[in-house]
């Protein structure tokens, strides 16, 4: 059924194509990608030193952490500012605690130079910490200080262990969350994972050995906390807190990092196997994966830190299914190529990679292809399918793996979370043939004028039609492996010379698209517009690598008149920023020039203008000069003389100022004129008038 749209989304058509492609792909993109260089160049980046340092003691760790997590070899220098920090913080006594507990952190990777006695003031402090502490945070600090101590320096242990676990168990909650301070009401996942990661201090601090039960009790505490979970549709697991008072509410990001190193941290220091599926482990490693590259420092040490202890934890270490591209091409043979690494990318154990089904995707039918194992390449290190099955055309699929691990041992230590869906596009070259457009008698059906198309390079139709006549086009769509195709948008389009445009929607019968427009029945929504028409054509998908739309060529209409009450085409959207554009050239017409005498009797005239001075100076010679009170001597003469030339000189600039120069430039010579006339005539004056006076006294 033809649509009338109007001129904004018929521009919109190559944008729609496109859109299609977009979020088609995106949807595409539910798997995740391990650890890669674009986070490191992030890293570098969002971890840049502010003049030579970063902000505080905190910050410079972060900084330090993320780089040697990920292996950055050119990265700022930040070891010598890093040592003098924590030279100056741990030989302080009015550092705080939490600088203490970062100078130690930082230097257990730049490993600086700290003496015996810094060491001993420090593990003096951080023991009366403990002894006075009274919130979690303070726990966290100080115990956390004194197992960074241990491990530098050994030997370090806690006296009333037992007392101390207790007194963070304290702050416990029955829903398995727990509350940073008894004065604060609130319990928090955050505050879960940083009294995990305190308690792991406490046990490996003491000495003797904790009661075991206070740790079973613990582990109940851990299996209760990942009952509150949350889930995204794509499989990835968080934590995120529901305060009411948002003061100190984290995110999901800084939620879930503190949730993993406090539990890979307890993970690492007791016998017993926590009891935590392993599927959650993996969905918590999707959740920091799915993340992508953070543009906020904080939340790439998160994403990093955490990836880092769930590579390594003693719970399940998470292996991940990724793939380089989840585009193939059939007409560029593409190789399916998949990649199984841990979650910072390193290399997985030995395994077999399974293609156990391939669906078309939005269909419940039988797999497309039967289960069969993928080929490793120790090349390039990844698993191939070489060819795919010929069952498996353009469109949009769903390839299903399996990952085996060769050793008993291995399932044990690694989670491979089962059979892994991966949305798939195979896309490839459509054949386009048999394009025809054609003008047909509207009574018989016949064909007054029919022309071939060539829909894979330039059309210049040219067609005339009237409106008992009706236009045709047809083309047909078959995919490389010669089965019909339909794509996910074909228009046809006609714009007016008044820039009014009409789209039509080109139906389908298998292979062959057709569309005919009956001009009879289109008078009104053609809003009785005679005149030229423009015929474009748009066919596109997602899987369709030569989508097109193409200029066909143009048709000339004669529509009848308009009656009287006929709707008026709707006007057109101006463009914003048409009136920054330029402007139309502005034509004047001057009034033609008056009729002047010739150049001979002007010039005739001009000389006769003349006349009057010439009289005045005969007139002078008659009359007889007197020039006897020239001056006689030098310099009096000399003034005497500026002063005529002077006067002849503005005599001149009246000259020129009717001839060519403006009252502005007058003025401006005038007055510089003016000032010299005005002093050399004072000192011809003043010479006359003192020779005058000469004379009377003689």
Same mark, same amino acid.
Request: proline share 5%.
């Given at each position: ?65 993320? !780089? ?61 910490? &403990? ?112 305060? &009411? ?113 391939? !669906? ?15 080929? !490793? ?25 399996? =990952? ?98 009409? =789209? ?30 423009? =015929? ?6 997602? /899987? ?80 007889? /000069? ?73």
């Amino acid at each position: 059924m033809p649509t009338n749209l109007n001129f904004e989304m018929a521009r919109s058509l190559v944008g729609f194509t496109v859109l299609l492609l977009f979020l088609s792909i995106c949807e595409s993109a539910s798997f995740f990608q391990p650890i890669s260089d674009s986070h490191r160049s992030a890293a570098v980046e969002l971890f840049s030193p502010d003049h030579g340092s970063l902000k505080s003691l905190e910050e410079t760790y972060e900084a330090l952490r993320t !780089f040697d997590v990920l292996g950055i070899e050119k990265k700022p220098d930040v070891t010598a500012t890093a040592c003098r920090l924590v030279s100056e913080t741990v030989g302080s006594s009015s550092s705080t605690l939490k600088n203490v507990f970062y100078a130690l952190k930082a230097n257990s990777i730049v490993k600086c130079k700290i003496n015996d006695k810094a060491y001993q003031g420090i593990i003096t402090r951080l023991n009366a910490a &403990v002894d006075g502490a009274s919130s979690l945070p303070d726990f966290y600090y100080s115990v956390g200080g004194l197992v960074l101590v241990k491990g530098s320096k050994g030997d370090v242990h806690l006296a009333d262990a037992d007392g101390i676990f207790r007194s963070v168990k304290a702050f416990r909650q029955s829903d398995g969350r727990w509350r940073s301070s008894s004065s604060n009401p609130e319990s928090s996942a955050f505050a879960a994972g940083i009294a995990l990661e305190t308690l792991a201090g406490v046990v490996s601090l003491a000495s003797p050995e904790l009661d075991q039960s206070l740790i079973s009790t613990l582990n109940n505490d851990i299996s209760k906390l990942f009952d509150s979970i949350e889930k995204y549709d794509d499989g990835a697991l968080y934590f995120d807190d529901k305060l &009411v008072d948002g003061h100190d509410h984290q995110g999901p990001l800084a939620t879930t990092s503190s949730v993993v190193r406090g539990l890979t941290a307890f993970a690492a220091v007791t016998d017993e196997r926590l009891n935590i599926p392993s599927n959650k482990i993996l969905g918590l490693a999707n959740f920091f994966l799915g993340i992508g590259v953070p543009g906020d420092a904080k939340d790439l040490f998160n994403q990093i830190d955490s990836l880092a202890c769930l590579e390594s934890n003693r719970v399940s270490i998470p292996l991940i299914l990724s793939l380089p591209s989840t585009v193939l091409s059939v007409t560029k043979e593409d190789l399916l190529q998949v990649n199984v690494n841990t979650v910072l990318g390193s290399n997985a154990p030995p395994l077999t990679v399974k293609l156990v089904g391939v !669906f078309t995707s939005g269909s419940k039918a039988a797999s497309l292809v039967e289960s069969q194992e993928l080929l !490793f390449d120790d090349g390039t290190g990844m698993y191939n399918l070489k060819n795919l099955p010929k069952s498996i055309d353009v469109g949009s699929y769903t390839f299903v793996f399996e =990952i085996v691990l060769h050793e008993l041992e291995h399932e044990k230590i690694y989670i491979t979370g089962g059979q892994k869906k991966v949305p798939i596009f195979v896309s490839g070259l459509i054949k386009i043939e048999n394009a025809e457009i054609a003008v047909l008698d509207s009574d018989l059906g016949s064909i007054e004028t029919q022309k071939k198309l060539d829909l894979a390079g330039q059309n210049a139709v040219s067609l005339s039609a009237n409106h008992l006549q009706k236009l045709r086009v047809s083309f047909k769509l078959t995919t490389p492996h010669g089965l019909a195709f339909k794509p996910h948008q074909a228009l046809l389009k006609l714009r007016h010379e008044s820039k009014v445009e009409h =789209i039509f929607v080109v139906g389908n019968s298998g292979k062959q698209f057709e569309i005919v427009l009956n001009f009879l029945g289109l008078v009104e929504k053609f809003f009785y517009l005679s005149g030229r028409y423009d =015929i474009e054509l748009a066919v596109g998908d997602a /899987v369709m690598e030569n989508s097109l739309l193409l200029a066909i060529g143009h048709i000339e209409l004669d529509l009848p008149e308009p009656p009287e009450k006929a709707t008026r085409p709707p006007p057109q959207p101006v463009d914003p920023y048409s009136r920054y554009g330029p402007k139309a050239e502005i034509t004047h017409i001057f009034r033609a020039p008056e009729k002047r005498p010739p150049k001979e009797l002007s010039l005739a005239f001009l000389g006769l203008t003349f006349l009057p001075l010439l009289g005045f100076l005969i007139g002078l010679l008659l009359l007889g /000069v007197n020039l006897k009170n020239f001056p006689s001597n030098a310099v009096p003469a000399t003034f005497a003389t500026l002063f005529h030339v002077s006067i002849g000189a503005v005599l001149s600039l009246y000259v020129l100022f009717w001839l060519k120069l403006d009252l502005f430039q007058t003025l401006k010579l005038l007055g510089f004129l003016g000032v010299i006339l005005v002093l050399v005539g004072h000192r011809v004056l003043s010479h006359l008038a003192s020779t005058s006076a000469k004379l009377k006294s003689a």
